[in-house]
């Protein structure tokens, strides 16, 4: 079982900037792709951001060009650069591998005001 740590949120003005990072405890983090999700009041959770084993990337066209995802392996730790927030980035953000198969954390929750 892996367990995930998030922190980092919290509140900034449109147009600003947060970096979320995210711990894992699991010897296989190398082994994971890692992806950032999403879930804002009443809505589904969705995933914004993957990264793979290779480190190549993938976003959801909402973020794109505006978020960075990386991960650093030795630390067992993976990012979100967030940057031009929006209010619509609003919402809860978790990460998971790309199935979500493992339990969610906490997650860390980003509030963007206009």
């Known amino acids: 079982q892996v367990q995930f740590v998030e922190s980092g949120g919290g509140l900034v003005q449109a147009g600003g900037s947060l970096r979320l990072s995210c711990a894992a405890s699991?010897?296989?983090?190398?082994?994971?792709?890692l992806g950032w999700y999403r879930q804002a009041s009443g809505k589904q959770r969705e995933l914004v951001a993957r990264?793979?084993?290779?480190?190549?990337?993938n976003y959801a066209d909402s973020v794109k060009g505006r978020f960075t995802i990386s991960r650093d392996n030795a630390k067992n730790t993976v990012y979100l650069q967030m940057n031009s927030l929006k209010p619509e980035d609003t919402a809860v953000y978790y990460c998971?591998?790309?199935?979500?198969?493992?339990?969610w954390g906490q997650g860390t929750q980003v509030t963007v005001s206009s």
């Open positions: 998971n591998d790309l199935y979500g198969t493992f339990a």
């Open positions: 699991a010897n296989t983090f190398s082994m994971l792709a």
């Open positions: 990264i793979y084993r290779g480190g190549n990337t």
